[in-house]
């Protein structure tokens, strides 16, 4: 196994202590299905990933899908990848940094690794809309990836509330392996692989009670992707702005398929990826050398 260090004293990781950044305690608790870290990103890391959004969001690529409501962005798939239009340094550094691609590392106990997607959801007040009860492997079954050892790195750029439409997860329900899936392209603009509601009530029926999933801007949540999920439309007057950075094993690459989705959201560069440093803001420019005074 990929050893992580030894212990440290407390469960809390925070963005000063950055690699390994999971203690045995918390790789344990992922047995749950899911790993939250508070305060991994720092305010500025965040306010800069909103300004990266707000620049993004406005960019006219099939890579974003809009609320049928109206032309506010839903989600903005890619960001990470040099050559997609919506690209964005700053989350590929992020993607790369040890603070994200370390915890994969670890709770994939992997070393080779690459992003399947990474996807932007901007459940935006008033308008953003619901997640209906899914696993993310009920897609990404279909995209070819023969086994559900994949995780995901959540990044909150907005407090996640009840009243914005946190995400709830159904704690353990991973260990259900894949449900059988069904497409809805009826409730929202966004097509998912949900869970049928007779099968997801039987479930529910034996299931603890669903979490929300609450945290501050900064804050990261890994989960596993047969965990059932959900999230309420976005009810308040705040946004709830998340980022999701999907992670796999090279060795687990999807296999060819007939119609594969997009690239935008079925990478199919598998090779492992390099770790990058820790800083994930842009360094501020060198000072250019003096001009030279005039002879
Ligand atoms: C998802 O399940 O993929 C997204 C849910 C959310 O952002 O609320
Ligand atoms: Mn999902």
Redesign the pocket.
Known sequence: MFAPSAPRASARVTARSHFPTIIPQQLHAYHGGYLILPDLFTPGEVAAMKAELQRIQAIDTDHLVRERSGGTAKTIYRVHDAASPTASTLFRAAALSPRLLGSARQLLDDRALYIHHT?C?L?SAIDGSV?QW?Q?YGAWKRDGIAEPHMTTA?VMLDEATEMN???YFIPGSQRHGYIESEMDDRTTAYRLWVVPKPDLLRLMEHSPEPVPILGKPGTVVFFHCNIL???GHNLSRHD?W?V?TVYNRSSNAPREVPAPRPEYVRSVQSQALVMGGDEVLPQAEAPAPAAKAAL
Do not use: Q, T, V
């Open positions: 996807k959801n459940k997640w899914h993310d959540l439409g946190c995400l999920h959900a999230s709830r998340h999701y």
